[in-house]
């Protein structure tokens, strides 16, 4: 899809990478520029108690496949032209800096520009480019109102534990360059895209926003229970003592459910007989279904509610979660044994992606091949800039 399309990320942690990854994923040249000095992406650090990885450790891997990484000294002179040299061949710059750092290495929008005036950059900042705050994705959750609805009623607030708001920044900024990239092709003209964490987390607020600014609901802590659909997120234990969880969104659907719970009479109770009555008495309901549920055995139940099509799941962890088929197109492979997850899901005969990207690379191992082969440096220059400390 994006076969030919060159991007230069000048980003690192989860955001800014999460954008390069998926313009990797459908085919463009992604050349990722660490800095030298800083040691390159912070993440290559970030490992969980006890993981024993390489200088990739596992957060670095689920947002740095099919990318070429470059390790430059972006306080020098000499390491700033390389930039500036990548930029005059490329089409997309991603960016994720501090508010002023970028204006300070000369690797804003205004300067980079000035070598490509038809530059298409993305940049990605916590509260935008006027305020100075940095953003953090769990200082995100906590100033969006995320954390406030998270946890159990009465219980403290909790961090969701995927940076989330991360995600939906780096989904905005696709988004945003995407329009970007189709402006271009009819203009002629690039631009700067910016997206700030905040502004991507408020306007994921979804139905909860609407709750507080259309009905005047401030939502609170309700556990995994829906606010305004019941029994819909409640959790039951089962026989097996599985945690089973029921989505149920219509009174037709409640009305299969219990049907195979053997509680035929409950859907004409006043007290459950439309979605509003069954969230105005979503407790006493729950307690009902609760004593059903747990004479039954998990799978069984849920093979049954699926008959019936009431939606129900077994929560399941991660290693469960992806061993299910539909994980399996998503999986992404390397010849030595390494393996990630698409960020693109979207399946389409005209988006051609592959499972066989580049692997996420060592820090600054693909620099001799990126001077070399893109930017036709002589084998002089480049063994002088690496004996003066420039490049590794």
Known sequence: MFAGLRVVELASVLAGPAVGQFFGELGA???KVENLS??????????????ET????AYFCSVNWGKKSIAIDLKTREGKEIVYD???VADIVIASYKPGDAEKLGMDYTTLSGFKTDLIYGMITGYGSKNPRVGYDAVIQAESGFMFMNGEPGGPSLKIPVALMDVLAGHQLKEGLLLALLYKERTGNGQMVEVSLIQSALASLANQGSNWLVANKLPRKSGSAHPNIAPYGDLFLSADNKEILLAVG????????????????????????TNSSRVANRDSLNILLRARISTFQAIDLIESLKKVKVPA?????????LDASEAKSLFLESEEGLRGLRSFVAESNGLLTSSHILPPPHFGENTNEILSKTLHFEVEKVDKLRSLGIII
């Open 29 to 31: 040249e992604v050349i």
């Open 38 to 51: 800083a040691g390159g992406d912070v993440t290559r650090s970030w490992r969980s108690q006890g993981e």
């Open 54 to 57: 390489d200088d990739r450790s």
């Open 86 to 88: 990548l930029v005059k």
């Open 250 to 273: 219509s009174d037709r659907q409640f009305f299969e459910l219990c049907k195979v719970l053997s509680i035929h009479k409950l859907p004409d109770n006043e007290q459950y007989r």
């Open 313 to 321: 799941a077994i929560i399941q962890n991660i290693q469960e979660a």
